[in-house]
């Protein structure tokens, strides 16, 4: 079964101080890039990289190789950019969807990989690390229209998760899990 990717970097990132979609790591590396890299070494085809907050200036940074989706109401929050990617997702021929936020540049190509082990449409996936939820999240064929039709403001899949009892997969001896909400500070 393929499973596409979809990159949520739609965001304005008040808290990080400007959009995430052009945040770079500490050699210069664009974040977008990064997690293309990764998504497309765990198996992701095609990866679909949501744009909102400075998308002219964030899809430079997107490879050749990804897939620019724009979702306009980006300012109603995180709902607006999953529904547009799982909007795009539904245009290709995968049995599942691995969601990513661009806010996550150290997540292994490993954890991918753990969660999207034989998927199908009927998957539904988190990745635990110890006690803490947290990223990727494999969302099956089936549940793009149900999870799509439940998304409300600035909340993302969770309660969906929650509700439909996804299966957690443990990644904490993969990897810390940890977003990167705030600029590192200059020294």
Not at 108 to 124: K, N, Q
């Amino acid at each position: 079964m393929t499973v596409c990717a979809i990159v949520l970097a739609a965001g304005a990132g008040t808290r990080f101080g400007g959009p995430k979609a052009l945040a770079r790591d500490a050699a210069g590396e664009p974040w977008l890039a990064r997690a293309v890299r990764t998504l497309r070494a765990a198996g992701c085809d095609p990866v679909l990289v949501v744009l909102g907050a400075a998308a002219d200036d964030a899809a430079v940074h997107v490879p050749p190789e990804a897939v620019v989706v724009r979702a306009p109401r980006w300012r109603e929050g995180l709902s607006a950019s999953v529904r547009a990617g799982l909007d795009a997702a539904a245009g290709t021929a995968a049995a599942a969807a691995l969601l990513v936020p661009v806010d996550v540049p150290e997540l292994p190509a490993s954890a991918c990989r753990r969660v999207m082990r034989d998927a199908g449409p009927s998957s539904l996936r988190r990745a635990r690390y110890a006690d803490a939820p947290g990223h990727p999240v494999l969302i099956g064929r089936d549940h793009w229209g149900p999870l799509g039709a439940s998304l409300r403001a600035d909340r993302g899949a969770g309660g969906y998760l929650r509700a439909h009892g996804a299966e957690a997969v443990e990644c904490a001896d993969l990897w810390h899990g940890r977003d990167v909400d705030r600029r590192p500070t200059e020294a």
